[in-house]
């Protein structure tokens, strides 16, 4: 009765309990079922439809967010077809698009972000996880929280007026000073750059990252730990043997998962990459991302094939974010699950 | 015992130990650096530029001085409004069917669906909400704007929504269900009711989340340096008139920027802070 779905259980649950010993009790309750038969079943058939045909919509917002991005995206498949994912070409005056610079744009600073962020994000999540007690690990772990809840406008503007003049006139002659022998860190240096768009990411998506791995190493059985410990380990070779190799799919998944917001963030990159669909070599110069250029052109695409173009851009978007999400769920679900497995 | 902890062996060990688990502490440091730092420009940079005009005030025509923001913020409450409204109601309800059809491959696809849909860029759902909303009505309007935040809204919180049911202990259900109650006012007057201040808080961040969206109101909503409240018209958001004025040229829509930036930060983190604080972290299930 009504606990269809509940996960099973041992022993009597309290109806069955009160069926079973008190007869005269469940007798009255019983009658009231059989008389009200006729009503109750309709209002809960009511309200299962209900929960269903919402739960319905929201799945099928999914369902139709895929199917109106490939609709839309037609007449430039049909133009380009998969020439479009490697042609440079972005010609709006004549027609003609190429998503390749702005997919080279949104990997390098991906890949920048993920560079700074993961490291980073391995520290935060050993220091809450081993070494802070757990007031302060709580407190800690808020304060990372909070990087998340900083809205990406607001980073942008930071990144625009402070972190961008900064790393132009503090970092970037460090860079060249030390490694200006590599093609990356040449050319003229100005305040919007594809360094800065990356160094910006990583600030945003450390909070992701370092959260996932905080939950990945938490998972880890404490009985791992104390027999490391107990083999003579100190704290850093008891991390070593025990808690990366038993997090390493777990902390692939939450970086995964950082890729995948790093991809798709948009405004604070759009606001400091400087919106070039150029490729090109160094880091100081400034490029575009898959996200960025749909955010600066998407309001003002004049012709059918200049929006097709743009929301093929965002389809490219939409199934690379997917797949990495798929993939680092399962990666983190099992990371973080097999701590129940483990101690039951 | 005392001879192994002499050992220049150990001691070396021992040190590496240190600096490496020091280093961890530094990351720390590190990553939290940023936020520091952020607020306090907000503080410093916002506060000298905030005003009571900048709440009270339209903006200026462009080239004079002054104005404020009161028709994005205006703007903000209602796309919020508009989309909590559309939002709310199917989190809650897809919600409820997980929680009651844990085992069904139906419910499975919706929860499955629920966590892809937030792994979805936001750029992404403000192209769906265009072809959705802003083509059929042939304009830029508030009803787009809002479409797009409830699309991010909806996954937040049936995700909260279902986490918060299962906390619930089943035998309450069952005493509910065992005193003649029918199932489904067990689900929503004894079960969603316990479970209420925690659909409440998922409610509540996915509503903080969706403030600090500005990536999908580009094209939806738009924006509008004038006074509207109209559904079908576009409509102003802190959001989106501080990314304006952030790359405009002009020196006094930058400063209102970090205004507008100081007061949409406000509210966010009041919105988090306020809710933690109220819940005492406990209910934390959307990241």
Known sequence: MGSRGCPPRTGYTLAEFLEATHEHVAAPARARRAAAFHIRPFGDRIFNLSTLLLALVGLSILVGLALALVFDSMPSLKAFGWGFLISSDWDPVNDR??????????????????????PLSLGVALCLSEMAPAWLSRRLGFMVELLAAIPSVVYGL????????????????????????????????????????????????????????????????????????????????????????????????????????????????AMVIGNAPQISASLFAPSATLASVIANEFAEATSTLYLSSLVELGLVLLIVGLALNIVARGLVLRATQSRFEAEE | MTGKATTPRYLWRKAKSDLMMGITVAATV??????????????????????????????????????????????????IGLASLMGVPVGIGSGLYLAANRGSPFAGAVRFGADVMMGVPSIVVGIFAYAMVVRPMGGFSTLAGAVALAVIMIPLVTRTTEEMLLLVPHELREAALALGVSGWRTTLWVVAR??????????????????????????????????STSLTDPISSLTVQVYTYAISPFPDWQRQAWAGALVLTSIVLALELGVRWVTSGSARAVR
């Not at chain 1, 698009?97 to 993961?118: K, N, R, W």
């Not at chain 1, 594809?194 to 791995?213: D, E, R, W």
């Not at chain 2, 209420?196 to 600090?212: D, W």
């Open chain 2, 30 to 79: 590190v990553t939290l650096l940023p936020l520091f730092i952020i607020l306090a420009y907000l503080a410093v940079r916002g506060a000298s530029s905030l005003n009571l005009a900048f709440f009270t005030h339209m903006p200026a025509p462009v080239g004079e001085k002054g104005g404020g923001m009161a028709n994005a913020i205006v703007g903000t409450l209602e796309l």
């Open chain 1, 158 to 269: 930071w990144a625009i007026f402070a972190l961008g003049p900064w790393l132009r006139d503090r970092v970037e002659p460090l860079l060249v000073a030390v490694l200006g022998f590599l093609p990356l860190f040449q050319g003229p240096r100005v305040a919007v750059s594809m360094l800065c768009a990356g160094v910006v990411l990583a600030i945003m998506v450390i909070p992701y990252v370092a959260a996932v791995c905080t939950d990945v190493f938490r998972a880890v059985p404490q009985t791992q730990r104390e027999a490391a410990l107990a083999l003579g380990a100190t704290q850093w070779e008891m991390v070593r043997m025990a808690v990366l190799p038993h997090g390493l799919s777990g902390v692939i998944g939450a970086i995964m998962f950082g890729l995948g917001r790093a991809l798709g963030e948009t405004i604070a990159v």
């Open chain 2, 194 to 227: 316990t479970a209420a201040s925690g659909i409440a808080t998922g409610i509540i961040l996915a509503v903080a989340r969706i403030a600090g969206e500005t990536a999908p109101l580009l094209f939806t909503a738009f924006g509008n340096r004038f006074w």
């Open chain 1, 97 to 118: 698009f190429g998503a390749l610079p702005f997919i080279y744009g949104t990997v390098v600073s991906s890949a920048l972000a993920l560079l700074i962020a993961v």
